[in-house]
């Protein structure tokens, strides 16, 4: 396994933060901590914010599963200081929870989510039709920047080429606790869109970040529709609608090999083109 895979594993396993007086299981609110990811650049990368997100949130309310994340991002992160996740329980009942969590820096706060959860149930089970093709062989075996597993895509973001603002990618994880699902597949999904945003625009593409444009994530929301693990093929399929007011707005959905609509999500952040 690789370093990076390693380091995002660590990072994931987030420690309650004892000596205080609210250390009681049911407290209404408990802090989190965990180490951030080694990377070459000195600001956090918000995939890993959303992923501790969600395990903050599970760690929380560990008899139920999280069936929403809606997040925003008020600051750029330090990567040389640990992130404070105060998780505060607004609401739990025997089938659903709401969380606030507040990452917060000695700067301030760095980014805030709205959590809900709910506990496992039986209920109609239907989706729209959809076609999924079988994943892509291993000569599209590709490499993506911050994602420590296989990738296989017929879609070069790095390109300059134009494109429709769409993008479809096969992931799969080395193999890993389905309890780390819901976080590893949140942190995937905040890699792309703004990549995918730029397709349309000739000579640009994702890697132009601070000095051929400029972007950043402000908002990411997720929807968990069934559980799902990430060490078995997973294709994110996503696009782009629309690019307006110096922002840009992407969408996508996660499904199964076997076809089945296991999350969902959306994105907004700042895009200033030259």
Known sequence: MSELWNDLLACLDLQPQTGRTDTDENAAT?????????????????????????RAAELTCPNKSIKSLHSLFAREGSADETVRYEVTRQHEGRSFATLTIVARQSKGVIATSLISMHAPEDGPDRQSENTIASPLGEEFRTDVDLIPWEIRTDVDLNSTDTGAPEFEMWMRTPPVSQNLAPAIATYATDLTLIGTALRPVDGLSQLGNGTTFTSAVTSHNLWFHRPFTTDSWLLLRQDSPVTAHGRCFGRGDVYSEDGNLVASYAQEALLRLP
Do not use: D, K
């Open 30 to 54: 408990l802090v989190f901590e965990g180490p951030n990811l080694h990377l070459t650049y000195h600001r956090l990368f918000g995939g890993q914010i959303l992923g501790q997100f969600v």
